[in-house]
């Protein structure tokens, strides 16, 4: 590394240095149970089940939760593993457990923090294999804390003996994972031993927008824990709107806000003054602001210093270090006074202190899951005589690059549908009625409860209505709905749900609501919503018997995975499905039988062995030396492909060993040029024996051979340049006539002449 680099380094480490925590210099305070956590931390304790969910809206306390289920098994010098999505909440639950009671454990001996880093200096952290294997052997009550990325550590330790009880905060992050990504590690045994677990979330469904999509179908991306065999029952729930009743939350209201360009120098002063227009208009006082960068935050002081509205702009770096010079900020505000701190990314620990603040202004976009659901969950913290929590964000922005100026919506409307189950059957409602209405021309208005909770300011009605609707259907997993709404006219118009796949709209969204069934991959509240409206999973025999008799007719020997009829039916992916169906045992003995009786061969490898063999015996019938690149039989068979296939596969190592022993035994020649070259020979000797003036254009072998057409190629090639000069010497040897002769047209007499 450069000096220069050196330097750059040194001072980046330095601006971002974060000061170890000192957990024994932490005040003990023990944390009083609101009613909610009691039931919740009753129910988890009274279940026999090895699995079961705790759901409670986030600032609902779930840490606390956690700390009292643990203390019951550590009490009894049990083994305790937590996992939480982020080494941050690791250190604020770490908190929370010690302040709680620092007597529960000798911290530096019994709890170790799986993890790439710790900013707490009094508990030992590692990721090493060997050291958690040797921790969990000794003595006394283990405490663990990972976060999910770092759980393949844990189970490549291979631990003796299983955790007594597993906590998985924020186990949404697992929702609808199969096995093969990190985070699912600590759901299966195989990989980590667990005698209990205890799943903890504010919403057990999660979205993913389309702009965070990768994949091929956008439907795709919600996931849910709705599987009890893989997350276990709910034994406790919280909802939203409970919650808020309950005085454990208070009601979140989004702001979409705008102001008009006027004077504003940079687009900065112009979020400056977005901020400065919602203060005015709903009287917030105390305001906490995140940018994606410190140098943005720094500018977005400065310009809300400009404003002169506030009586302070602070300003913290993301660490914990800072939070002894923010006593400004309990300070009484006078009368029209407000306060803001300016935060890059998410305030890391702290923010329990802050918790009367009324609003949160996310000056800069934010994608990242785990960030929004703590900016709005931190909204949602009550304390005495706050009423609501305002999320504040900009729209309509003047350096805005995406095409949907209201694309800032798309997050904060994703996280407030995955933390409000209401709100998001209220919203499927409303995009199912709309995909009804849209064949007719119609459209619907919006519910009353999304308006009510995302609120346009400075925007015309009319914008927003539209830029509020389009940022929803940029939630993946809610355009389901629109076509599900789409399914229901249809249903009216036709009567039954069998809709063809030819059909624009509808054919291939309904053949994979289909895949997906089978391949256990639609969620179980889809699956139920499709058979409200007679959808059948296995389309109707007619459908079916029409197919089959298009197999028939062809012959299921020629019918190939890619094979498609001329009138446009997909034969070969039809019998790759009926293969599929079979093997889930979802085909009927009847079609099994049906399939059987016309040679249908269930195993597509053996078919491909079968059809080898075929074209095998094909060719040592013909005799190598007698097919050319371009043969086809009497029958249809390109069995001069064919051998251009094998030479391919064997160049890729693609060819079996016994496959090239076959070949070889009847003579293969795998070399193409080497073909090639003994295949011009032949020719040569051919026209050298019949001689160059007795051969036409026309003419032809009495063993087929068309030795006029091959004259006329050499002709060409010595015209294009194609024609080595060792070729064209032998031609030469024997009298060749490069230049085609050219015989006079006969003088056809017209009447008159």
């Known amino acids: 590394m450069s000096v220069v680099g050196k330097i750059v380094l040194f001072l980046f480490l330095l601006v971002n240095a974060v000061t170890p925590l000192n957990l024994f210099a932490l005040p003990s305070r023990q944390f009083t149970l609101l009613p909610h956590q009691s039931e919740a931390i009753k129910a988890a304790s009274s279940t026999n089940a090895a699995r079961s969910q705790i759901v409670i809206p986030n600032g609902g306390g779930k840490t606390v939760i956690s700390y009292h289920l643990a203390r019951e098994v550590l009490s009894a010098q049990g083994t305790v593993v937590v996992f939480m999505p982020t080494i941050d909440l690791i250190e604020e639950a770490l908190e929370t457990f010690y302040q709680d009671d620092p007597q529960l454990l000798d911290w530096r001996k019994e709890c170790l923090c799986v993890c790439s880093h710790l900013s707490v200096e009094s508990v030992r952290f590692t990721t090493d294999c060997s050291r958690i294997g040797s921790f969990i052997k000794g003595d006394g009550p283990r405490l663990v804390l990972s976060t999910y990325l770092s759980a393949c550590a844990i189970s490549d330790a291979r631990l003796a003996r299983p955790f007594d009880l597993a906590l998985l905060d924020e186990s949404h992050v697992a929702a609808g994972s199969n096995g093969e990504t990190l985070p699912s590690i600590p759901l299966v045994d195989e990989f980590i031993a667990c005698k209990k677990r205890v799943f903890m979330t504010g919403s057990p469904r999660v979205f993913r927008s389309r702009k965070m999509t990768k994949g091929n179908h956008v439907d795709d991306q919600e996931f849910s824990m709705d599987n009890t065999k893989v997350f276990g029952e709910v034994v406790y729930q919280l909802s939203y709107d409970e919650a808020i009743e309950r005085n454990v939350t208070v009601p979140v209201e989004a702001l979409a806000c705008t102001v008009p360009l006027g004077q504003t120098v940079n687009e900065t002063e112009w979020r400056a003054r977005v901020l400065v227009d919602a203060c005015q208009r709903f009287g917030l006082r105390k305001v906490v602001t995140f940018s994606r960068s410190i140098e943005r935050t720094k500018d977005l002081q400065e310009a809300l210093l400009r404003t002169r509205y506030f009586r302070d702009v602070l300003r913290v770096q993301y660490n914990n270090t800072s939070w002894g010079s923010l006593k400004k900020w309990t300070k009484p505000l006078g009368d029209g006074e407000s306060i803001v701190i300016c935060n890059p990314y998410m305030l890391k620990g702290g923010f329990n202190e802050l918790k009367d603040c009324d609003g949160i202004y996310i000056a800069d976009r934010m994608e990242r899951h785990l960030k929004l659901w703590q900016v709005v969950s931190r909204a949602a913290m009550g304390s005495e005589g706050k009423e609501k929590g305002y999320v504040i964000f900009p729209v309509q922005a003047p350096d805005d690059v995406d095409t949907n100026q209201f694309g800032n919506m798309v997050p904060i ?57 389009s940022a929803v259907l940029e939630i993946a997993g809610l355009t389901w709905d629109v076509k599900f709404g789409l399914l229901k006219h249809y249903t009216k118009i036709h009567g039954n749900a069998l809709v063809p796949e030819a059909d624009k709209k509808l054919g291939r969204w309904v053949r994979n609501q289909r895949v997906k069934y089978y391949l256990n991959r639609l ?59 079979n093997k889930r045992g979802k085909l009927s003995p009847d079609r099994i039988q049906l399939l059987n009786d016309i040679g249908f061969v269930w195993d597509y490898r053996e078919y491909l062995e079968a059809s080898w063999n075929e074209q095998y015996e094909i060719l040592k019938a013909l005799g190598v030396e007698n097919v050319k690149s371009p043969t086809v039989t009497a029958d249809g068979v390109n069995i001069g492909n064919w051998i251009s296939k094998q030479r391919s596969f064997k160049k890729e190592g693609k060819l079996s060993p016994d496959r090239i022993q076959l070949l070889n035994d009847i003579g293969f020649v795998w070399d193409g040029q080497e073909y090639l070259e003994a295949n011009w020979n032949e020719q040569y000797e051919i026209l050298k024996a019949l001689g160059v003036e007795n051969v036409k254009k026309s003419t032809v072998t009495a063993d087929g051979v068309k030795i006029g057409r091959w004259v006329d190629n050499q002709r060409t090639y010595k015209k294009e340049d194609k024609l080595s000069p060792d070729r064209t010497k032998l031609l030469n040897d024997i009298g060749f006539v490069w230049q085609q002769r050219q015989f006079p047209r006969k003088l056809v007499s017209h009447r008159g002449e």
């Open 413 to 469: 409307i994703r996280t407030m549908l995955e933390m409000d189950s209401e709100l998001l059957k209220e919203c499927r409602a409303w995009l199912t009625r709309d995909g009804e209405a849209a064949e007719r021309g119609d459209e619907v208005a919006p519910p009353r409860k999304l308006l009510e909770r995302i609120v346009g300011v400075g925007v015309s009605a009319e914008e927003f209505r539209l830029g509020l609707k």
């Open 523 to 581: 969620l179980r509240e889809r699956i139920q919503k499709l058979e409200s409206v007679g959808f059948s999973w296995e389309p109707n025999k007619a459908l079916w018997k029409e197919q089959y008799e298009i197999l028939k007719a062809l012959g299921v020997e020629n019918v190939k995975q890619s094979t498609v009829t001329a009138d446009g039916v997909n034969i070969g992916r039809w019998c790759t499905l009926q293969r599929g169906y």
